[in-house]
Nanobody, 117 residues
Framework: QVQLVESGGGLVQAGGSLRLSCKVSGVIFNINGWAWYRQAPGMQRELVAG???????NYRDSVKGRFTISRDNAKNTVYLQMNSLKPEDTAVYYC???????????WGQGTQVTVSS
């Protein structure tokens, strides 16, 4: 069973940057696509960015040009570089399989990102 450990969140001012990391274990990392999701208070969990096993990436419109997803197959780790952060980026960030059904499956504890205005 997949195990996911997210880290790197914190409190940052608007315009600042953070780099999130997700350590994956329990599965063969390099054959899978991975993604970052986020959930703000009172909102549904949503896809932020995804990266396929061959490196293709996709982003939700609101983070395009500001966030960059990457992966290190040697370290079984997925990253999310977040620049020019906005208060509306405040949420708990999770990683998981690309295309996972939100609301099912195994999830990590997430990492809190808080952007102050």
């Amino acid at each position: 069973q997949v195990q996911l450990v997210e880290s790197g969140g914190g409190l940052v001012q608007a315009g600042g940057s953070l780099r999130l990391s997700c350590k994956v274990s329990g599965v063969i990392f390099n054959i899978n696509g991975w993604a970052w999701y986020r959930q703000a208070p009172g909102m549904q969990r949503e896809l932020v960015a995804g990266i396929a096993n061959f490196g293709f990436t996709n982003y939700r419109d609101s983070v395009k040009g500001r966030f960059t997803i990457s992966r290190d197959n040697a370290k079984n780790t997925v990253y999310l570089q977040m620049n020019s952060l906005k208060p509306e980026d405040t949420a708990v960030y999770y990683c998981n399989y690309l295309g996972v059904t939100i609301g099912s499956g195994s999830w990590g504890q997430g990492t809190q990102v808080t952007v102050s205005s």
